[in-house]
């Protein structure tokens, strides 16, 4: 509903993504505290900040402006979200029990996920694939230009090389 409103307006899905972070860390913060409302107030934060999340995506789709930084923004935001969950809630029951292994606990989990190897590998290749696929692409189109340039074919040989190849 709110992205049908949102197409038309100057709106990019990436300061919704910056929006998801931000309302992220704010739940968080909110729900490690030690006041009952503010309490409240981070866990409707939290369940609120989805939407953004779900929003950023629609929007890039809806009005085509997919790119490389929102793709890569997306999961980051996701990530911190997460860990500003995962703060938050140690925090609350820390402040609700006084008992220090919520601490350690909240510490060790989020080490646990930081030190991901799987995870971690899987980003690296991701980065080097992305990396050669962009510098291929690059090449491809100075040897397309020279390729250009060095063939000039009247048009009908053309028409009828592209037809067929696709009838074939």
């Keep these: 509903f709110f992205v049908f409103f949102l197409q038309y307006t100057p709106i990019k899905p990436n300061l919704l993504t910056i929006l998801f972070v931000i309302s992220g860390i704010v739940g968080g ?3 490690g505290s030690a006041e009952k409302n503010l309490i409240i107030a981070g866990v409707i934060v939290f369940f609120l900040c989805g939407v953004f999340d779900w929003m950023d995506g629609l929007l890039a789709r809806v009005t085509k402006k997919m790119s490389p930084l929102g793709s890569v923004l997306d999961p ?5 979200c997460s860990f500003s969950f995962l ?3 140690g925090l609350y029951l820390f402040n609700a029990t006084q008992e220090i292994h919520f601490i350690y606990l ?6 646990i996920r930081a030190i991901d190897l799987k995870d ?3 980003r690296w290749l ?3 694939f992305y990396k050669n696929f962009k510098s291929q692409k690059k090449k491809n189109r100075k040897k397309n230009k020279l390729e250009k340039n060095k063939h000039i074919l009247p048009k009908i040989f053309i ?3 592209n037809f067929f190849q696709s009838f074939l």
């Design 29 to 31: 913060l909110l729900l």
């Design 76 to 80: 980051w935001a996701g990530y911190v």
């Design 87 to 89: 703060i938050g809630l």
């Design 106 to 111: 909240m510490i060790l989990i989020i080490t």
């Design 120 to 122: 971690y590998s899987y």
């Design 126 to 128: 991701m980065y080097k």
């Design 159 to 161: 028409y009828l090389k």
